[in-house]
């Protein structure tokens, strides 16, 4: 799992509430091909999103985005399309976890998503947890990743992480 | 400071004395669960991790039931997949198609989960179990991959909301209504993170089957886990089911709740949740005048054979509206058979309604009743997000079985009395000629 240390794309703005079914339609779980779970990624609400995104590109939205399924096809998809982080005010805790296991970077702010717009240019430093939104020349910061998440990371991953504390029981 | 009955089972779960919301714990799995849509990618990360075995080939569930039987190619070749890993790791708890059921319904049912256990599942309802005194939460694939070889799951220990109901439940008022009701009280993320207890005396007088509605939608309202303190009804309903030994916590009366919420139930109607969210509940006489096409009845919300029985009572005698659809889905093999046994299935069939093998199906726009642009349809399930049963212009009202039956006979969002009244009135004129 690769630890990005510098983030910059454009941003693409959603509202409160996105969840799962319009981040990508059940019908398509069919699959667990990343390419094709994004070419079908926010289509009811946007269709074409992933041919707009860039490789780096952002997501910033409202309150508890990701809410709905457990599906880990969410964030896959997400991350599939070049999305290379979300900022919301707040996550639901499914769609974090699974975020967090498959290496699409989530940051919590409760102010940022009110003033940066659509098409901002941001520019994120991880370590920091700092926004930079070029256009508009303001900064925000973010919460600080939980430890515990950072650990997962640090270590790899989920699996990883998990085999080394089971190791470390003597199982 | 005591300790709510959350806290307890994952300290238990986790060998520790006590935990307080906030701690992180690594904890002991009773079972782990997944279905033919989340089983796949668990699969492949955990064949990835080369381990070569489970940890427990009794404590994995997994249940072909979303998009089967096999809604596509792609889908029977997930199932291929989920079938092969059951046979060659020698899983105890698979169920091939024809034995299934929903899964939500299915391992409570066949004793397969119990109280007292901490359950994890790659669905997001796997929240259902709480219902039987238990800590049930949703995970995704790798996090059930991670389980399949360690038998852990690490959690936050969440903050524990309590719900109290009081009084007596009304005419057509179930476990469905109570939890809408509570949805469109919080909000959809009003319950964030957080383990939410259903208590208070109208709870300890629900039957098992309203209990598992009411926790199958604490994900709903953002939820971690629901959860009903196990007692005489849960006792009567695991007795001569359960798997494998049980034990029954309980919170203790000093525990620390960070809100309280109290329901006047006497004052709660049947609710109808308008798209495109669950929390927007209205009582049913708020609803208007809405004409609909489609009417499911069944889901891992309302698929018992108690919801069998109520759309049955509703349905007896009369016949679906003339355009309109109303697919009927038992939730368990078991349930099904029970049904023809009680002639529920040949009423179904008498008053025009579609009669389902068990399968997730429309609930999440997979198959067996999508919805076309425009339409309308009133179901048992547990979400009516945009485009989620079809149609990014299609609508879903989320409510009881017995106001999707009586939907189902008038056409348009309904009480049940309107259709009894409707009965009553026929026999009054009859009688009069």
Known sequence: MSQRKQISGKVFKFGDDVDTDVIIPARYLNTTDPKELASHCMEGVRPGFVKEVSSGDVIVAGKNFGCGSSREHAPIAIKGAGISSVIAKSFARIFYRNSFNTGLTLLVSEEAPDKIEEGDELEIDLSSGIIRNKTKGEEHRTHPVPEFMRNLVAAGGLIPYMLRKHARKGE | MGMTITEKILAVHANLDRVRPGDMIMARVDMALGN??????????????????????????????????????????????????????????????????????????????????????????????????????????????????????????????????????????????????????????????????????????????????????????????????????????????????????????????????????????????????????????????????????????????????????????????????????PGTRRIYTECLKEGLIELFMESGAIVSTPTCGPCLGGYMGVLAEGERCVATTNRNFVGRMGHVRSEVYLANPAVAAASAITGKISSPDEVIYVQVKRDTIRKAR
Not at chain 2, 143 to 155: E, K, V
Not at chain 2, 183 to 202: C, H, K, Q, S, W
């Open chain 2, 36 to 329: 033919d849509i989340t089983a796949p990618i668990a699969i492949e990360v955990f064949e990835k991790a080369g381990v070569g075995k489970v940890f427990d080939r009794d404590k994995i569930a997994l249940v072909p039931d979303h998009f089967a039987p096999n809604k596509d190619i792609k889908s029977a070749e997930q199932c291929k997949l989920m079938r092969e890993f059951a046979r060659k790791y020698g899983i105890t708890h698979y169920w091939e198609q024809g034995e299934m059921g929903i899964e939500h319904i299915l391992l409570p049912e066949q004793g397969v989960v119990v109280p007292g256990d901490l359950v994890i599942g790659a669905d997001s309802h796997t929240c259902t179990y709480g219902a039987l005194g238990a800590f049930s939460t949703g995970v995704g694939s790798t996090d059930l991959a991670a389980a399949f070889i360690t038998g852990t799951a690490w959690f936050r220990v969440p903050e524990s909301m309590k719900f109290i109901f009081t009084g007596k439940r009304g005419k057509w008022v179930y476990g469905k209504d109570l939890i809408l009701y509570t949805i469109g009280r919080i909000g959809v993320d009003g319950a964030l993170y957080r383990a939410m207890e259903f208590t208070g005396p109208t709870i300890e007088e629900l039957p098992m089957a309203d209990r598992l509605t009411m926790c199958n939608m604490a994900i709903e309202a953002g939820g971690k886990s629901g959860i009903i303190a196990p007692d005489a009804i849960t006792e009567e309903y695991v007795r001569d089911r359960a798997e494998r030994p049980y034990t029954f916590y309980a919170s203790d009366a000093d525990a620390p709740y960070v809100e309280e919420i109290e329901f006047d139930v006497p004052g709660i109607e049947p609710q109808v949740a308008f798209p495109f969210l669950p929390e927007n509940a209205k009582g049913i006489s708020e609803v208007g005048d809405i004409a609909i096409d489609q009417v499911v009845i069944g889901a891992c919300t309302n698929g018992h054979l108690e919801d069998m029985r109520i759309a049955a009572s509703i349905l007896k005698g009369k016949k679906v509206a003339k355009y309109v659809r109303a697919i009927i889905i």
